[in-house]
């Protein structure tokens, strides 16, 4: 399976500031995904990132708050902005096509105080 | 759209005793049903799928069956053992290539006592 490196693994920030996270494939995929995991609980897609078009994002999920990048095919970045306490949370990257396995980073834990 | 639901969402075992955890999904499209163990701080790992046209997989201690009529499909791990210690999530899945309509269930946290 593909080798998917997130970065950064962890981050804390202040309340209005915006963040990046990176997502590196070694390898081209066609389908790239965005998840947050809030603590204890299960993972919630925020969107799948497109290559040379804009992202899709599921309900509840908007491009002004969670800009998305999809540059080439190894290669994604999702920010966070205007963070408040409520994003706190575990951002994953993942990797697949739709009805296949899909392969997880390693994900950014995100604090914010 | 699709609704996993997942149970027990705690349980807590014997080593060496058997965990079995449910899933049910709503959508009858659905034809693509991984599970992923996730251990603390770790990246979700899937460990085992299953298809539509199976009825039944299995990986050594582990395995998944699959109930298409009722809609629910379940994990097996026989022989428990602490390492087993994890979140288990179950999924599923349409299988539309260029969507991602993979949904989650809400988790079980596995506890395997020595």
């Known amino acids: 399976s593909a080798v998917i490196s997130q970065k950064p693994s962890r981050d804390i920030c202040q309340r209005g500031t915006s963040l990046t996270i990176q997502c590196q494939v070694d390898?081209?995929?066609?389908?790239m995904f965005w998840y947050r995991q809030q603590p204890g609980q299960s993972l919630t897609l925020i969107a799948t990132?497109?290559?040379?078009?804009?992202?899709?994002?599921e309900s509840g999920f908007v491009i002004d708050k969670f800009p998305i990048s999809r540059p080439n095919l190894t290669f994604s970045t999702l920010t966070v902005s205007n963070m408040s306490p409520e994003d706190s949370s575990i951002y994953l990257c993942?990797?697949?096509?739709?009805?296949?396995?899909?392969?997880f980073g390693d994900g950014t834990r995100l604090s914010i105080l | 759209g699709e609704n996993v639901e997942q149970h027990p969402s705690t349980l807590s075992v014997q080593e060496g005793d058997s965990a079995v955890i449910k899933c049910t999904y709503s959508?009858?499209?659905?034809?693509?049903f991984p599970w992923y163990k996730q251990e603390l701080g770790k990246r979700p790992q899937l460990i085992i799928d299953?298809?539509?046209?199976?009825g039944e997989k299995k990986d050594q201690r582990i395995a998944v069956t699959l109930n298409k009529t009722a809609k629910h499909f379940s994990l097996h791990i026989t022989e428990t053992q602490p390492e087993d210690s994890a979140v288990y999530f179950c999924?599923?899945?349409?299988?539309?290539?260029?969507?991602?309509?993979?949904?989650f269930g809400a988790g079980t946290r596995l506890t395997v006592k020595p």
């Open positions: 993942s990797v697949g096509t739709g009805g296949q396995p899909q392969h």
């Open positions: 390898s081209q995929v066609t389908m």
């Open positions: 990132a497109n290559q040379g078009s804009e992202a899709t994002y």
């Open positions: 959508d009858s499209a659905s034809n693509y």
């Open positions: 299953i298809r539509s046209n199976v």
């Open positions: 999924a599923a899945s349409k299988g539309t290539y260029n969507n991602n309509d993979m949904r």
